[in-house]
């Protein structure tokens, strides 16, 4: 890819960041004015597939490989897309799964969580899928340390969020009488923050590797699949995020 595609695709990746952080806001202005499943559902979705399809590039998995030779790196690499792919095929029946029992156990009611606060560390991970997505493209036209710059904001909005949902959302869920087992609201609220927050820690894990890997020289703008397979794995935290934040904070009447 020549240096005006690669400058295209950064400029692709901050519109479709905009676009990202307006549905957001348009979200939160539905849930404080008429709660609509049908708008925020729909405003989710919108979401989720300008994510998968510009961050996740899931175009990607279409590309023709070397298919004579099973040696190639470019054989090796669609192998790999798809590997992960199925990867993350069998881990999002987990957050589906618990996606579903948030509705079957609270129905139309949601925990009472702090609307503002979900706002901002849902902002604080849009962002940082944002960075991860101008580092990835920065690796692929040779800028490393413009990468590691973009991957080391990425890690630290990623810290952020972190910090945001486990050290001040579960005290003050805590403090509101949000518990694991004081009822089921509570328990299928630490279930689905806890098993986000781990994902993210396993990406955050993940983006010190590649920050330490490129660092040692390791990635070059021909050959850096640990670099790809970084950012879609982060992408899809977002994806599962941009579900649950409306089902956790947005959708339904406080209990």
Known sequence: MNHENH?????????????????????????????????????????????????????????????????????????????????????????????????????????????????????????SSFFMNRGETQMARGDRKGFMLSTAITFLLGLGFLVGVVFIEWPNAAAEGLTVSGSAAGGIFYMMTGMHAFHVLTGLIFLVIILRNTARGHYSAEKHWAVE???????????????????????????
Do not use: C
């Not at 939160?28 to 994510?51: C, E, P, R, W």
């Not at 579903?100 to 606060?117: D, E, K, V, Y």
């Not at 904070?249 to 209990?255: P, V």
């Open 7 to 127: 400058s295209g695709s950064l400029y692709q990746g901050l519109v479709i960041f905009v676009i990202l952080a307006f549905l957001t806001a348009v979200e939160y202005f539905i849930a404080i004015t008429n709660a609509s499943v049908l708008l925020l559902s729909i405003v989710a979705f919108i979401k989720v597939g300008l994510v998968m399809y510009y961050y996740m590039h899931v175009y990607k998995l279409a590309q023709e490989d070397d298919e004579h030779d099973h040696h190639s790196y470019a054989w090796k690499l669609a192998t790999n897309r798809l590997g992960l792919w199925l990867f993350l095929l069998s881990d999002s029946f987990v957050f589906g799964g618990l996606f579903i029992s948030r509705f079957n156990l609270l129905g139309f009611t949601r925990p009472p969580l702090n609307q503002f606060l979900g706002l901002i560390v849902t902002t604080v991970l849009l962002i």
């Open 229 to 255: 397979a970084a950012a879609v794995y982060w992408h899809f935290i977002d994806v599962v995020w941009i579900f649950f934040y409306p089902a956790l904070y947005l959708i339904g009447k406080l209990m």
